[in-house]
């Protein structure tokens, strides 16, 4: 049964909800404010063979304070090379005959190393959150989001081919 089915029977169209928020009542805080990012990628795309190699990629991310250097830049570059794995080379394969996966295991699934990305460069702003005591904001997926996009807006920059569907294939750029 339907929740449409459940309201019509109760003499419902539509769910609604009466009340409103209040922040400030019963001792609750401002909600705390959350990461951002700007990304950026340089690609190189070989027109006769539809290759497409990155060069470089930039992420300016505000995170709030950074309590550890290392630690947050390694989260981010690491996201980075993933970003870069799902855009370029990860996608399940089934076999037509059988349905089953035909890529199930790391030899045949792609995934990114070094040589596909040259250089990963990074600004961390910290921007410190005002409702959190330390000024800090989360800092983990926001490493992969924007890596797609940056290299799908490259590429349209690059070729005028505007890609909208991952992993970008050489069938995409020729």
Not at 126 to 147: F, H, Q, S, Y
Request: proline share 5%; hydrophobic share 45%; glycine share 10%.
């Amino acid at each position: 049964e339907t929740y449409l089915h459940i309201l019509a029977r109760h003499g419902l169209s539509e769910p609604t909800a009466n009340g409103e928020r209040n922040p400030e009542a019963n001792g609750a805080s401002q909600p705390p404010s959350g990461s951002f990012a700007a990304w950026f990628a340089e690609v190189r795309v070989d027109a006769n063979l539809g290759l497409l190699r990155i060069p470089r990629i930039l992420s300016a991310v505000d995170a709030g304070c950074i309590l550890n250097a290392k630690l947050a830049r390694s989260q981010m570059i690491g996201g980075a090379v993933m970003g870069v794995g799902m855009t370029l080379l990860e996608e399940t394969v089934f076999d037509r005959e059988t349905g089953r996966i035909a890529n199930a295991s790391f030899g045949d699934y792609l995934i990114p190393d070094n040589a596909d990305v040259d250089e990963i460069d990074l600004i961390l702003v910290g921007t410190p959150d005002t409702v959190r005591p330390l000024g800090i904001k989360g800092l983990g997926e926001i490493g992969v989001v924007g890596a797609s996009a940056a290299i799908a807006n490259a590429v349209f920059h690059a070729t005028g081919r505007r890609i909208r569907s991952l992993p970008i294939t050489v069938d995409q750029l020729l």
